[in-house]
């Protein structure tokens, strides 16, 4: 039985197939004819053939788009796979292809090409495999009202098998339902608001360019400060400030004293100039945007008077007055006792010892003085 040569230019061929002498055939067959790849991953493609008896494989390579290259050179030793391409697979069946780092350019078709001993027993398969390369882009709304659901796809050109993973801001998301290449949000709170992208298993690193997330929600977390905190001075100043969470922004801020009925002002700042008695209350404030308003709790103005150390001041000041006017008063009275005891020493006093004299004596020259005559006599022996 002779051998069946068909030419390798015939360009109607997608099979190129050589019976051999004992019947076995040239094929090839590839795991997969398909292939979506995600921009930046690594590719593998496999298949496996078999040869007429009695040849010897000599070479076995891939070559890209055989339709448009008649010479079917061997794809590495072409300048853009340089470092990117790996042959595996023993020397009998496998034949595989690993090309790392896919770009958009790397989209053709690849085919094995196998060359044997006998230089007229060549092979070539085709169709190959298709390649087709994609990248992630998130389709979403820009912006949902609090309340509302909404869905976020992670668009491809081509269908990929790996498993979608979805990110919030850079973290996995594991809460939220996924269902094939859709992020569900049920009842969107202002919370979900953020950048979201997506990934596939496998290549967890290639993310999608980041998708940003609005959320329009009513005014939160609506509260009051005041300054300067403390103790409030009768005729000094005081300012009320309004602070919210809102998206919208917040756009009009009403204020109002507990008890009335009307408000007492408008702003994000309210200021009491010159406080009094009559300002002391709670003092609340609202605020209001496009989807709702919101008041604030209640905020204390009290009334203190002066400080503390005014009042001190003046205890001071008091009993220093006090001392001042009791020493004044115990001065006068001493001075007074002292001369009601001088008065009545108008008459000379004497003291007599022995003998008395009864001499003349000299009229005293000052109703106040006090003599004392002392006589002594020597004792005679």
Not at 78 to 95: A, H, I, M, T
Not at 225 to 237: M, W
Request: glycine fraction near 8%; proline fraction near 6%.
């Amino acid at each position: 039985m002779t051998s069946l040569r068909v030419p390798l230019s015939f360009p109607l061929l997608c099979l190129l197939m050589i019976v051999g002498t004992f019947g076995t055939e040239w094929s090839v067959k590839y795991n997969q004819q398909e292939i979506c790849a995600l921009k930046g991953s690594t590719v593998f493609m496999n298949g496996t053939f078999t040869h007429p008896e009695g040849l010897t494989v000599t070479e076995k390579f891939w070559v890209i788009d055989p339709a448009l290259n008649p010479s079917w050179p061997d794809m590495s030793q072409n300048p853009d796979y340089s470092g990117r391409v790996e042959y595996l697979g023993d020397e009998q069946k496998l034949v595989s292809l690993k090309l790392r780092d896919v770009m958009k350019k790397d989209e053709h078709e690849y085919c094995v090409r196998i060359k044997t001993d006998q230089e007229m027993q060549k092979y070539l398969q085709r169709p190959g495999v298709r390649l087709t390369v994609t990248e992630l882009h998130v389709e979403a709304p820009e912006e949902v009202t609090e309340g509302q659901t909404a869905d976020l796809t992670c668009k491809t050109t081509c269908s990929l098998t790996d498993p979608f993973i979805w990110y919030k801001n850079g973290h996995p998301l594991t809460t939220k339902t996924i269902k094939n290449n859709q992020l569900h949000l049920q009842t969107v709170s202002s919370e979900d608001a953020g950048s979201y992208s997506c990934a596939v298993g496998g290549s967890q690193h290639l993310h999608s360019t980041a998708h940003s997330l609005r959320v329009r929600y009513p005014p939160k977390n609506v509260s009051v400060s005041i300054s300067p905190s403390g103790e409030i001075v009768e005729g000094s100043s005081v300012t009320l400030t309004c602070s919210s969470d809102g998206n919208p922004p917040v756009k009009n801020y009403t204020w109002f004293k507990e008890g009335g009925t009307s408000p007492v002002g408008s702003g994000q700042n309210y200021i009491i100039i010159n406080i009094t008695a009559d300002h002391t209350g709670l003092y609340y404030c609202e605020a209001q945007n496009d989807h709702g308003a919101l008041r604030s709790a209640g905020v204390p103005v009290s009334f203190k008077g002066y400080p503390v150390i005014l009042y001190v001041a003046l205890g001071v000041g008091l009993c220093f007055i006090f001392l001042v006017v009791l020493t004044a008063v115990f001065w006068r009275c001493s001075e007074s006792r002292r001369k009601r005891q001088d008065g009545n020493t108008d008459q000379p006093i004497y003291a007599n010892e022995g003998q008395k004299d009864h001499s003349p004596r000299p009229p005293p020259e000052d109703k106040s003085s006090v003599y004392a005559n002392v006589a002594v006599f020597k004792k005679q022996r």
